[in-house]
């Protein structure tokens, strides 16, 4: 893998476009897929900033070539057209996708273990009941679990989740600690995460690699920690990335919160304009959001340490190891984790054959820095600090709802093995 070929997205100043009161539809927006090896850096970066497109996602791709995925409102296609860029088609209309992803489901059926069985992952849902779903896997697994709440978001939403532990008891061993939709459009990574979690509640008392996954850690997971942006993308701004949070002296709304973390904080791949999409705050942890993500990770770390914390995120189908803010310093284990991420990505593929990348996440993907991986690795000792971004069509982020249960069987896949072999 080349080194040197890390493309930052911030670089280019892509905004999202200003929303309205009311629900945005996108109806007619193309989304394209500009290859940006073949355009030169300078020219795509002030030809694109012409036009008010939205940025979806750029990566170096599993090939080594960096590409850009942007939508374009139906208003400026003609003018997108005639900037010749080399550029795929990944959708004739966003708006359609959105469609296509379903109504949020209603709330399922109980199974046999207390809790809505696997019919929780035909469809997405809504914020509140995510919340009852987490208190629902309490109750069917009270002994051996609590709810729990990192902190309160901007708009004073609580940022909660679930402990699960084994045998030996509460708060006996090594943390894993896993966090889903810091970006609020990412509606798949929380999806994700709560299978995972039906898989560890249902599957405690007869599988044996669950039983020695959760007699060997304490599990923390918190599926939903930008619940405002998660809020606000399923009712007004489906592309909606950012926390909710206001500022002084600005009109702009929110903050990435995977921009905010201390280490690295305001570097490369970063944005200190407000109306960035990676803009970063002002100071480190200055989001409620970050700082109570900070804080909970350091109570985990002066307990009895963090194993393992895995950042979910969509859409990119790769493995992100550290670091992400810098592409020339690497961790001390940087061999091990590559040889676990390797393997990890080999069981991910089994059930479908969905290909992920794997790799120091400034390297594979692009640079990124104040994430929350490198926190976890530089400022909490934890052994493996990751991020995953899940797969990858061309839906992007509005992956239809048929594909949320494959997504969770092959991540679950190359969970059990990671759990087993870290």
Excluded at 102 to 113: E, M, V, W
Excluded at 276 to 281: D, I, L, R, V
């Amino acid at each position: 893998m080349n080194l040197r070929t890390a493309f930052s997205l911030a670089t280019f100043g892509i905004v999202v476009l200003p929303t309205s009161a009311h629900k945005s539809t996108f109806e007619g927006y193309k989304v394209y897929q500009i290859e940006v090896g073949s355009n030169h850096e300078a020219s795509l970066k002030s030809r694109l900033q012409e036009l008010p497109i939205i940025e979806l996602s750029h990566s170096h791709g599993h090939g080594g070539a960096s590409t850009l995925d942007i939508a374009v409102p139906p208003e400026h296609l003609e003018a997108f057209d005639a900037l010749n860029f080399t550029a795929a088609i990944l959708s004739e209309d966003l708006g359609a996708d959105i469609a296509a992803e379903g109504p949020l489901g209603p709330y399922p059926a109980f199974d046999d273990f207390g809790i809505p069985g696997l019919s929780w992952f035909d469809s997405y849902h809504a914020y509140e009941d995510h919340i009852r779903y987490w208190a629902d896997l309490h109750s069917a697994f009270a002994n051996n679990s609590e709810l729990i709440q990192a902190g309160v978001s901007f708009e004073g939403r609580p940022i909660q989740g679930i402990h699960l532990w084994g045998s030996d008891g509460r708060n006996s061993k090594p943390a894993v600690f896993f966090n889903g939709n810091v970006h609020a459009r990412e509606w798949i990574t929380s999806m994700v995460v709560e299978y995972l979690l039906y898989q560890i509640v249902t599957g405690y008392e007869n599988d044996t690699i669950v039983r020695a996954a959760l007699d060997n850690y304490d599990f923390y997971v918190l599926p939903i920690v930008n619940p405002d942006g998660f809020v606000y993308s399923q009712t007004n701004y489906r592309l909606w990335r950012k926390n909710r949070q206001v500022r002084d002296n600005t009109t702009e709304v929110g903050t990435d919160i995977n921009r905010n973390w201390s280490v690295g904080f305001g570097g490369d791949g970063s944005s200190s304009s407000p109306g960035s999409e990676t803009f970063s705050g002002y100071a480190a942890g200055d989001t409620p959001e970050c700082a109570a993500l900070m804080e909970f990770a350091q109570v985990l770390a002066a307990d009895k340490g963090i194993k393992l914390y895995i950042d979910w995120h969509s859409y990119a189908q790769v493995i992100l190891l550290s670091y992400g803010y810098t592409c020339d310093d690497f961790p001390p284990n940087i061999e091990r984790q590559i040889d676990l991420a390797a393997e990890t990505a080999a069981r991910i593929a089994q059930p479908y054959n969905t290909t992920f990348d794997y790799g120091p996440g400034c390297i594979v993907l692009y640079q990124s820095s104040g994430n929350g991986r490198d926190y976890m690795t530089d400022a909490a000792g934890t052994e493996f600090g990751w991020g995953i971004e899940l797969r990858s069509t061309s839906y992007g982020f509005v992956l239809p709802a048929e594909q949320i249960l494959p997504s969770g069987q092959e991540i679950w896949e190359g969970m059990k093995y990671l759990w087993a072999n870290m």
